[in-house]
């Protein structure tokens, strides 16, 4: 039953990686498709590429929190929490609401882990939840600070040089925000799946399911709209978009390196009204903002209460 269960986890485990693969490549390259830096093809390539390496390089690093997290070892318990990640992500997607699957999957975990072992790690729970808090806030601040800075340092002389500067630092920060998302979001889904007892040429089965999954992901599960986050916040210039994603990456680098799983997305969405405020006349539109804090913390509290429920409930029955 465990070998059934595990296999179980495996296939679970691979479709939340093409779907979260898919989904957030809009966050990594929608700058540069959408500003025509680069083609469509090549930017969902550059994303592949950049998802891989981080995944190799830092994949490991979300380990201690799996380990914590699914600290019992029960197989059943971690294909519940993918089964559940997988269904709120697709009715999410359905009904077109803005999500984090890094927010809900955890939270799911950890509703499991207290389902599983009674005693909640709240020393380990705080330390996440107040990343989720404050790398948002610092993303914020750090960009409408730096861009409001940097506008008026940038010489105006050479228009077209800083253009063609502009363009290749948009395509480098591209590649190092799907960098981030593959070890830490990415690098968390491949940690809970077990590993599959098979080898080709010394590589086991499961991560050449994660690399075919990613693969998979953003060439099928990528067709909304690429620049949606931007656009329906504020449209920003080459050098807001760089700073932005660069920002809200390089922060996301830094819960990778400590362990904590952090919202690619909530951080770049904070960098975008960062941004947005170092306009000197710009409206920003609150609306979305307050929309996505809200279904934040929301998806935090249903996916602790889903994952509970549904562990005690598999217990009763």
Known sequence: MPAVL???????????VALVAGNNLSVCVGSVIGSRVMKRRSGILLTIVAYMVGLVVQGGFLGHTVSLLLS???????????????GVFVIAEVARVPQSLTVTLTAILVGVDVAVSGVAKLGFVDTIVAFWITMPLLSFVFVA???????????????????????????????????T?????????????PASGISFMGIDATFIGIVAAIVVGCVLFSQGPLNRIGNEIIPMRYLNAVGAMFISAFLVEIATLVGVPLSN????VASVYGAGVSYRRRLIRRRPFFTIVGLRILAGICGFIAGFVAIYAIAVL
């Open 72 to 86: 019992q070892g029960n197989p059943l318990a971690l294909d519940v929490a993918l089964a559940i990640a997988i």
């Open 181 to 193: 998302l593959g070890g830490n979001t990415i690098g968390l889904i491949a940690r809970m799946m």
């Open 265 to 268: 997305t909530d951080a770049f």
């Open 6 to 16: 595990a296999q179980i986890a495996i296939i679970l485990g691979l479709i939340l």
């Open 145 to 179: 600070v730096v861009m409001r800075w940097a506008s008026t340092r940038l010489p105006k002389n050479n228009i077209w040089g800083n253009v063609k500067v502009m363009k290749l630092a948009l395509i480098a920060t591209s590649f190092f925000v799907a960098f």
